[in-house]
Each structure stands twice: as structure tokens, then as C-alpha cells.
């Protein structure tokens, strides 16, 4: 009878629930970023996903799960999902893509960014959820006064043009609309020949980036303020 | 109790033990224990100012680093991201050349990491690894300090100061 207790008990140890509960903890870091490209038109966008996980498997736990990235980040209609390499359940993650919209104009582009971590066995473990920019391209543009052989005076062209610009006072403006191109006489060719300055800066969710690129004609600019 | 009670007991046990068994089968083979994103992360773009300044520019370095054999358009993006730091031109080429410096390091990092924790499994201890890229972070703004100009260094600074709240990063 002994035995068979024994042998009972095996079975009941046999069924106990051996529910497999692995921790993780999550340790991921994300980036976002836009800019502008120096020919003024084009608009990229970088995520960034990077970092890890800790396991901590109970004895006798299947191992071998892996651990894939995934990474959505689209500007208007270009871009999607984008799948990254997978690796171990510790393995470190490091995946970024880059999206690129050309001649955007005066659209305003919505850019998207987010991103998951799936395990092969356990599904999404980790969401960074989407978050939706707004982005366009500003622009304001200066129409020169005068010169005094080597720097350039310029004023705000948009009173005249129509428009309003979205970003009025940056990096070479000063809030009362003027534009002081220094040893804007040496530029090949010289202001008094490009007599319109235009500066191009990206615009997300409707805070200026700093820099902008800039842009000269010697006849007024098709857009010149947006 | 008599021995053969007893073994009618355990048997009758046995049904009892099984359904959970079978439910517990339908699940994963393993949890994940907290994956709410927000749960484990500072949120950068509601509090920024409590981005640690090391993950700040470790993100932002990789981000705006070149992997190996680097294409044109990758490139281009690179000096667009630049381009809002704002730097003259000598303190841009010195800084490139030190990311880059940096992200050969971080890949060379990352293949040690991964593998160890291939080859460790579960023993994978990751507190070492850390350390050392936290070094290497310290030691890229480092040479960043040694090969911009001080105001070069200031404007860097400014500028992933102010990309923090474009960032969400893990908690240590």
C-alpha cells in the first residue's frame, strides 16, 4: 500500500499546476526626432528603440523565447511598420527607422511614431504607445532695403506679400521685422543681386525648430510666408 | 487514516489538480510581469527635467550616429539632425567624428552583450554591461568636451537638453 501511495503522490506532483511565470522587467528607451534637410523640402523623422530585458526563469521553464522589435513610424503617407531583428530574451535591443516626406509645400504632414517588443511565446510585452506630430514647413521671407558694401538690411517681406509666418523671430530676426545679413556683400552672388532671403524651418506641433535653412532669390519667392 | 483511505484521497486529488493544469497550459509559457510602457519609463515629454542627462545623451548619440557602411540618404539625415545643433562647421566635423568613435564602441558593446545573455541564458547577470555603457557615455561627452569649443559644447547641450521631452526612457 505503501508503494502505491508513493506512487499516487508522484502523479499528484505530476499534475500540480506548473504555471510558468518567468518575470520580466522592461527597460526600453525611446527617441523621436524630425528634421529638415539642407535642400529645404525634405522632411525626415527617426524613432528610436533601445535597451532591454531582464528575465528571471523558474527552474525547468522552457527557455528560447526571442525577442523581436517592431517600430511604426510613418510622415503622411509614407512609412509603416518595420520589423526588427529578433534576439534572445536578454539580448540587447538597439533599432531605429528613418522616414523621409520630399515637397512637402504647405501641407501639414501628421508623423507618427511608436513601437512594441514581442515575445515568441508571450506576445507584446512592451508598448510605447503612438504619439501623432504635426508637422510643416515655415517659412518667412525678407526683401532687402539696402547695403552698405558689406552687410545687407533687409525687411519683412510677408506685410506686403500675404501670409503670415510661422516662425516671425529666429536665429538673425529681431522681433521688429528686420533681417541684418552680416558680410552679406561677400556672398557669391552678393544680397543686392539675391535681394530675397528666405528661411525654411521645420515646424513640430507648431514650435519652430531653431535652425532653419536658408534660402536667396533675386526675384520674390512663390511662397514666401507660411 | 488507513493506507488505502488515504490513497482514494490522494487519487481523488488528482482530477482537482488537473483542470488548473490544463488551464495553466493555455497560457504563455511565461509572464511578462509589468508591460504597461508607463509603468517602468520616464515620460520625457511631460517631465523632461527628469531625464538623467547619461541616458539623454546616450539616445541622442545613437540616434544621430552612422552603423557601418553608412548610405548617402543616411547621411543626409545625419547632417540634418546636426544642423539644428547649430554648430560651426570645425566643431560639427570634430563632433561627428567623435560619434561616430562612439557608435562603433556601442556596437561592438552590444554583440558582447548579446553574446553573453545567448550564451548565459538565465544567469545573464546585465549590471556589468551597464557599467560599461554608462563609461562609454561619459567617456564620449568626454572627448566631446576635449574636441568642441566651448561654446560648441554649450550648444550641444542646449540641444538634448530640449530633445528630452522627445524621449521616454527606462528607469534605471
Not at chain 1, 528603440?49 to 517592431?70: D, F, K, L, N, S
Not at chain 2, 509589468?34 to 541616458?55: F, K, Y
Request: glycine share 8%; net charge negative; aromatic share 10%.
Amino acid at each position: 500500500m505503501i508503494r502505491k501511495l508513493v506512487i499516487a503522490l508522484a502523479l499528484c506532483l505530476l499534475f500540480l499546476p506548473s504555471k510558468c511565470s518567468a518575470q520580466f522587467q522592461n527597460h526600453f528607451s525611446t527617441y523621436t526626432t524630425q528634421s529638415l534637410e539642407s535642400d529645404g523640402i525634405t522632411v525626415d523623422q527617426t524613432y528610436q528603440i533601445e535597451g532591454y530585458t531582464t528575465v528571471q526563469v523558474p527552474p525547468g521553464m522552457r527557455a528560447g523565447a526571442v525577442h523581436t522589435p517592431h517600430v511604426y513610424n510613418t510622415l503622411g503617407s509614407v512609412g509603416g511598420w518595420t520589423t526588427g531583428g529578433g534576439g534572445c530574451a536578454s539580448c540587447y535591443v538597439n533599432f531605429a527607422t528613418t522616414v523621409s516626406a520630399q515637397d512637402i509645400g504647405d501641407a501639414l504632414l501628421p508623423g507618427d511614431t511608436g513601437g512594441n517588443m514581442v515575445c515568441s511565446i508571450a506576445g507584446e510585452f512592451f508598448l510605447d504607445p503612438i504619439i501623432i506630430y504635426n508637422i510643416h514647413i515655415g517659412k518667412n521671407t525678407f526683401v532687402l532695403l539696402y547695403n552698405d558694401g558689406y552687410n545687407c538690411y533687409y525687411q519683412n517681406y510677408c506685410n506686403r506679400a500675404g501670409g503670415t509666418p510661422s516662425c516671425p523671430n529666429e536665429n538673425g530676426l529681431d522681433p521688429s521685422g528686420e533681417y541684418v545679413a552680416i558680410g552679406g556683400m561677400d556672398w557669391t552672388p552678393p544680397c543686392s543681386y539675391d535681394t530675397y532671403v528666405t528661411f525654411k524651418h521645420l515646424v513640430v506641433n507648431y514650435v519652430c525648430v531653431p535652425v532653419g535653412i536658408i534660402r536667396r532669390y533675386n526675384t520674390p519667392p512663390a511662397e514666401p510666408c507660411q | 487514516m488507513k493506507s488505502s483511505t488515504a490513497v482514494v484521497l490522494v487519487f481523488a486529488c488528482i482530477p482537482i489538480l488537473f483542470l488548473p493544469q490544463r488551464m495553466a497550459a493555455q497560457q504563455p509559457q511565461h509572464q511578462h510581469v509589468a508591460a504597461a510602457h508607463t509603468d517602468h519609463v520616464i515620460d520625457g515629454t511631460q517631465h523632461p527635467e527628469l531625464v538623467p542627462d547619461s541616458a539623454a545623451y546616450r539616445l541622442y548619440f545613437v540616434t544621430v550616429s552612422l552603423s557601418a557602411n553608412p548610405t548617402d540618404k543616411d547621411k543626409k539625415v545625419q547632417d540634418a539632425h546636426l544642423a539644428k545643433i547649430n554648430l560651426d562647421p570645425i566643431d560639427k566635423q570634430a563632433f561627428v567624428t567623435v560619434v561616430a568613435n562612439f557608435r562603433s564602441q556601442y556596437d561592438a558593446w552590444t554583440a558582447r552583450w548579446n553574446a553573453a545573455a545567448t550564451a548565459q541564458g538565465d544567469s545573464f547577470d546585465p549590471a556589468p554591461f551597464l557599467q560599461q555603457r554608462d563609461d562609454l557615455v561619459q567617456a564620449t561627452r568626454a572627448a566631446i568636451g576635449q574636441s568642441l569649443s566651448i561654446s560648441g559644447v554649450k550648444l550641444l547641450d542646449a540641444h538634448i537638453q530640449g530633445e528630452k521631452k522627445r524621449m521616454k526612457v527606462a528607469v534605471p
